[in-house]
């Protein structure tokens, strides 16, 4: 089965602190991908990237950078935190094709006081 | 705007009975659906997918598909307490964009 890791698995900061979160994925994938997911919006995707050194705009971008280091590292960084960025964001992966399942992270739930 | 409709929002079935989960897409580009299932404290695993007209049928899971009116629904039969979880819909748009409903809370209860 498919293989996606991140880190931390939970962080805590304060508002306008740095945050980096980190996920690896060792299936070979091209598509990675961050979400957020709060309670009532379901998962709405904030950037992905079909390959190292690509980066699309997702849906909420706002606030968040993203960059894809190597085909198995993406990364997700507020670099002025706010509250309202307090959320559960998952990572995801998915093979090059147009019908591939997603596979999906354990996520880190960040707290922004 | 929401591309993706799910309903009900939450949804409760006595055990060995069934659900029936709702997904319409507002968008005409779209051409693929997936149904994730999201157990409390987990995170989201593909169940089924589909994308010809008609029904889709995995053990006690059924997947309907309509093209025409870009609905798809989640039929669970003989349903059981561990099927208690958030149940999300996807769609795939055809420049490859994949968007997710706000899902299902289904409880079954014993």
């Known amino acids: 089965e498919a293989a996606v890791t991140q880190s931390p698995r939970n962080k805590v900061t304060v508002t306008g602190g740095n945050v980096t979160l980190s996920c690896r994925q060792t299936n070979s994938h091209n598509y990675m991908y961050w979400y957020r997911q709060d309670t009532g919006h379901g998962l709405r995707l904030i950037h992905y990237s079909y390959g190292a050194g690509n980066l699309q705009i997702g849906d909420v971008p706002d606030g968040y950078k993203a960059t894809r280091t190597t085909q198995e590292d993406f990364f997700l960084l507020l670099e002025l935190a706010s509250p309202s960025q307090t959320s559960l964001y998952f990572c995801?992966?998915?093979?090059?094709?147009?019908?591939?399942?997603?596979?999906f992270g354990p996520g880190t739930r960040l707290t922004v006081l | 705007q929401q591309k993706v409709q799910q309903s009900p929002e939450s949804l409760i079935v006595p055990e060995g009975g069934m659900a029936s989960l709702n997904c319409t897409s507002s968008d005409r580009n779209v051409d693929y659906f997936w149904w994730y299932r999201q157990h409390s404290g987990k995170s989201p695993k593909m169940l089924m997918?589909?994308?010809?007209?008609g029904e889709k049928e995995e053990g006690r899971f059924t997947v309907h598909l309509n093209k025409a009116s870009l609905h798809t629904s989640l039929h669970i039969r003989d349903s059981q307490p561990s099927d208690s979880a958030l149940y999300l819909c996807?769609?795939?748009?055809?420049?490859?964009?994949?968007?997710f409903g706000d899902g299902t809370q289904l409880v079954v209860k014993p």
């Open positions: 995801a992966s998915s093979a090059q094709g147009n019908y591939a399942e997603q596979f």
């Open positions: 997918s589909i994308f010809s007209n």
């Open positions: 996807a769609a795939r748009r055809s420049n490859n964009r994949i968007f």
